[in-house]
């Protein structure tokens, strides 16, 4: 009876976080499913016309959809890998003891915790071609281009620059995380596994890497999510990396379709939820296996 009780003020306790999460994310969910079998007309008063399977059927013929999805899982993959390496290896290499340690960790931070759209105008700044420090390094110094280059404005290096961008803006977080665990774990393995006479790469691989797995499992999932919907950077650093994110946009107000954008979001959260539960699925089994 006691522990009936117990659960009912547990449950009493937990209703106004569980019912703010129906109203932020329930009910947005289920009005945006029942928004994708609709034609939503631009003027609000007037009635909402129901389509149907068209605007999904209209998606997935859409070739501008699969180009920008490519793109987004070619940026994802790039952008995840790469800033979860490197959040590692800094962490790795910050968890020992040298002179003006607390200094390199404030700078690493640093990108993650300045506003965005301060950053996003530093590196426009940087890649101007008029007056931006990088053509000046290349052009006028180092003489490696005639003409200064319009970065952000061809295809393939705007591509390049939003993914180096991103790694450093958020690289951090995987730091932060990494550096955490990394603290946690028992010196006396690496103790052991120095008098089994096992090197750098053994030790990483035996020790550290199952030890950090369910932190990595849980960067790796909330990265790519993040990632994968990531609109602000792409969009205010150029406009020649057509992510899904910026397709979205597009469809739902330049087009102002907005029926189809919720198709496009529904079909979007499908695939991946899939993928970052069959990923998460495989990475826990591996680590209870061991």
Do not use: C
Request: no cysteine; charged share 15%; hydrophobic share 50%.
């Amino acid at each position: 009876m006691k522990r009936l009780k117990d659960s009912h003020f547990g449950y009493l306790l937990l209703a106004p976080s569980i019912l703010l999460v129906i109203l932020l994310i329930g009910y947005p969910m289920i009005n945006n499913i029942i928004i994708s079998f609709q034609k939503i007309p631009l003027n609000p008063k007037l009635p909402s016309d129901f389509t149907g399977l068209k605007n999904y059927t209209s998606t997935f013929l859409d070739k501008n959809f699969y180009s920008s999805l490519f793109t987004t899982v070619t940026f994802t993959a790039t952008v995840v890998s790469l800033s979860t390496a490197l959040g590692l290896f800094a962490a790795m290499y910050i968890n020992r003891e040298f002179r003006f340690k607390k200094l390199v960790k404030a700078l690493i931070i640093l990108p993650y915790i300045v506003p965005a759209i301060s950053l996003i105008f530093s590196w426009k700044y940087m890649f101007n071609n008029t007056y931006g420090v990088i053509n000046y390094i290349f052009v006028d110094l180092l003489h490696m281009f005639k003409v200064a280059p319009l970065w952000f404005d061809n295809k393939y290096s705007s591509f390049a620059l939003v993914v180096l961008f991103s790694v450093w803006r958020f690289f951090p977080y995987a730091f932060i995380s990494f550096y955490a665990i990394l603290q946690t774990i028992d010196n006396s393995l690496y103790e052991a596994a120095d008098i089994d006479g096992a090197n750098r790469w053994y030790k990483f691989k035996s020790i550290t890497i199952p030890e950090i797995m369910p932190v990595l499992a849980t960067v790796v999932t909330l990265r790519t999510i993040w990632v994968f919907y990531m609109f602000t950077e792409v969009f205010l650093l150029t406009k020649e990396v057509n992510t899904i994110s910026v397709y979205l946009y597009q469809v739902a107000f330049a087009r102002k379709d907005m029926g189809k954008a919720a198709a496009i979001s529904i079909i979007l959260f499908a695939i991946v939820f899939t993928i970052i539960l069959n990923g998460r699925k495989r990475v826990l089994k591996d680590v209870s296996n061991e």
